[in-house]
């Protein structure tokens, strides 16, 4: 796999935001079934949840937990039968 980090990422509803990668790929991934563990256990509250920000490369929230952008890229093809890729 190719190096990949997120360039864009917005907040769409309960765990779910939507995602753009560097090449292109996006679209909307849902990590409710992936706030297990104690790091990501205030994730579990929505208003907490939706305080993410986007660092150089990844998704990050203010308790310091976060999602390589290789497993959140997974999960945008694997989400999204036909995850979106831009073309120019």
């Keep these: 796999m190719a190096l990949v980090w997120?360039?864009?990422a917005s907040y769409?509803?309960?765990f779910k935001i939507e995602v753009t990668f560097n090449d292109g790929v996006s679209g909307v991934i849902d990590l409710k079934d992936h706030l297990?563990?104690?790091i990501f256990e205030a994730l579990n509250d929505v208003?907490?949840?939706k305080k993410f920000e986007l660092d150089s490369w990844t998704l990050t929230w203010p308790n310091d937990?976060?999602?390589a952008p290789e497993f959140l890229y997974e999960l945008t093809?694997?989400?999204n039968k036909k995850a979106r890729?831009?073309?120019i």
């Design 6 to 8: 997120i360039t864009k």
């Design 12 to 14: 769409v509803e309960d």
């Design 36 to 38: 297990k563990g104690k």
């Design 47 to 49: 208003e907490f949840f």
């Design 65 to 67: 937990s976060d999602f």
């Design 77 to 79: 093809l694997k989400q």
């Design 85 to 87: 890729v831009k073309t």
